[in-house]
């Protein structure tokens, strides 16, 4: 079992930038692929970012591509986080982190075996 915990939404103008963090807790969180998707309000949720379990393979989705960029510390317990930059409205969501036992369950199959409870990001015009 993964207990996953989001942090540092909010609100931000256009342009800016905000940093996401996913403390994971459980078992042999490292163990995990991790990643972010975005649900906007009346759409279906989205895939945003993943990464491999030892950091060395990342996706973004095309919309995102350049400017978020997701990254993981496995030291003690496992930390996932999204840099957003150059943030556009079209950004507002709730983004929810996610686990998987594996990688492409995220990237192919774009769903998790985990989620967090979900985190929201206002980016005004």
């Known amino acids: 079992q993964v207990q996953l915990v989001e942090s540092g939404g909010g609100f931000v103008q256009a342009g800016g930038s905000l940093r996401l963090s996913c403390a994971a807790s459980?078992?042999?969180?490292?163990?995990?692929?991790m990643g972010w998707f975005r649900q906007a309000p009346g759409k279906e949720r989205d895939f945003v970012a993943a990464?491999?379990?030892?950091?060395?393979?990342?996706?973004y989705a095309d919309s995102v591509k350049g400017r978020f960029t997701i990254s993981r510390d496995n030291a003690e317990s496992t930390t996932v986080y999204l840099e957003m930059n150059t943030l556009k409205p079209e950004d507002t969501a709730v983004y929810f982190c996610a686990a998987a036992t594996i990688y492409s369950t995220i990237v192919v199959v774009r769903t998790a075996n985990y989620w967090g409870q979900g985190i929201q990001v206002t980016v005004s015009s």
């Open positions: 990464i491999s379990r030892n950091g060395d393979q990342s996706d």
């Open positions: 459980g078992r042999t969180t490292w163990n995990y692929a």
